[in-house]
């Protein structure tokens, strides 16, 4: 295995070289030690300093005192991990938006600072830019979305004016959330359990390309990542089956590609974590959460600040495909930007006040999270939705919830943000 190297240049930067094959094409002992290995690296950086280091780390239950360092290290700043970090709101919006960027590298492989890869190139960057046939969420997926949150919070709570205690997030938001996704996938009602499982254990997947795993997560996001392919390629293929003419029988489910519903299964995720962040929020500010169950028109806009001030993906990691100049720096062809979509929408310059959540903020939507160039775009409007309903459908059951205990949230997570459990009680 190639040793950790120093670039020859005058940033001096310590970096694991990447995996250079895929997850599946390496045995347990070269695949463990490139992920320790890894991991001693950005420990050792964040130990010497480096905040964006300290957020590869994903130590810490808030990572924005991070983000506020690198803000002060000016809207472009590089990183000895190899990365160039974008916090300010205007770069980020320049480099989320440009052609010069792509997720992996020119050839379609990882990049020193892309930890390793599960397929030909990234996942991610497979789907980016497909027309993924449930990207955006239609009238009919509402109409099922809406349906399954509440029988699903019925299920958990059948007697609204008795007082409940719950675990939010695996209680209500994930199952709720999960079924949701399957209904509008079109997965068959008698493998969703195994969908359900399969995207339980892709949770890690997007960090796991920037932040190393144990091995044993990795070899069980890999077998899941083979077995949901299968699993929804087999609810294509029986989709299209019901009709004579081999054309789907259920155009809400059948319109669906099997690549593009990989990417709205991995969307999965990021709706229950906005979900999740959006409650906490909320109820951390109890007179937001009055005013959302007594107008629940709000849930929209209570989406979007939430978008703003703690996303579901934190940051978008990109390379440079065509030589380009960023903030007065030369990047060749090859690099590795970090873009801060979480620092980005709190940057002072575009948002007033902007460590404060407000349901009322009028330009909450200028916010980069789930950036529609991004790989993350195609699913946004389904993320969207999923989390306005839960919104609503909570906001109408328990308009008394409140918080009952700590929050437990994930390590080793710098990309996806959002609590694993939230005791409440109603």
């Known amino acids: 295995m190639a040793e950790p ?3 020859d240049d005058l940033t001096g930067a310590l970096t694991q ?3 250079g094959r895929t997850v599946r094409a390496v045995a347990d002992r070269e695949l463990g030690t490139h992920l320790l290995e890894t991991r001693g690296i950005h420990w050792i950086h964040a130990a010497n300093g480096d905040p964006y280091a300290a957020v590869l780390r994903g130590q810490s239950d808030d990572p924005y005192p991070e983000y506020e360092r690198l803000r002060a290290r000016g809207p472009l700043s590089f990183s000895p991990t190899g990365s160039w970090v974008v916090s300010g709101h205007a770069l980020a919006a320049g480099v989320l938006s440009s052609p010069d960027f792509g997720v992996s590298g020119a050839d379609g492989g990882p990049v020193a600072q892309q930890v390793l890869s599960y397929g030909e190139g990234c996942p991610l960057e497979h789907e980016r830019g497909l027309p993924a046939a449930r990207g955006a969420a239609e009238s009919g ?8 949150h509440r029988e699903t919070l019925e299920g958990l709570a059948p ?3 008795a007082a409940y205690a719950f675990e939010l997030v695996g209680g209500f938001v994930r199952p709720a959330v999960t079924a949701a996704t399957a209904a509008v996938l079109g997965v068959p009602a008698d493998r969703r359990a195994e969908f359900g499982a399969l995207v339980e254990q892709l949770r890690p997947l997007s960090d796991s390309l920037l932040a190393p795993q144990s091995l044993r997560t990795v070899r069980a996001a890999d077998d899941a990542l083979a077995a949901l392919t299968v699993l929804l390629a087999d609810s294509a293929a029986d989709t299209s089956a019901d009709s004579p003419d081999g054309s789907p029988a259920d155009a809400s489910a059948g319109s669906l590609r099997p690549d593009g519903a990989l990417l709205s299964a991995l969307g999965v995720s990021a709706a229950v974590q906005l979900t999740g962040n959006a409650v906490l929020a909320l109820l951390a500010h109890p007179g937001q959460w009055k005013e959302l169950c007594e107008r629940p028109g709000l849930a929209p806009a209570a989406v979007e600040e ?6 579901p993906v934190q940051l978008d990691a990109r390379v440079v495909r065509t030589e380009t100049e960023l903030a007065g720096r030369r990047l060749p062809v090859g690099a590795h930007v970090v873009v801060l979509t979480a620092a980005a929408g709190r940057d002072p ?3 007033t006040d902007p460590e404060r959540f407000d349901l009322a903020r009028p330009d909450a939507a200028a916010h980069l999270a789930l950036h529609p160039a991004g790989p993350y775009g195609p699913v946004a409007s389904l993320v969207r939705l999923q989390a306005e309903v839960a919104l609503r459908t909570l906001a109408g059951r328990f308009p008394g919830l409140r918080q009952a205990g700590p929050v437990l949230r994930p390590r080793r997570a710098p990309v996806g943000r959002g609590p694993l459990s939230v005791p409440v009680s109603a």
């Open 5 to 7: 190297t120093v670039s």
């Open 17 to 19: 070289p990447p995996l």
């Open 141 to 148: 997926d509402r109409a099922v979305v809406e349906r399954v």
């Open 159 to 161: 007697d609204p004016s």
């Open 306 to 311: 939430t978008l703003r001030f703690d996303p």
């Open 349 to 351: 310059e575009v948002f």
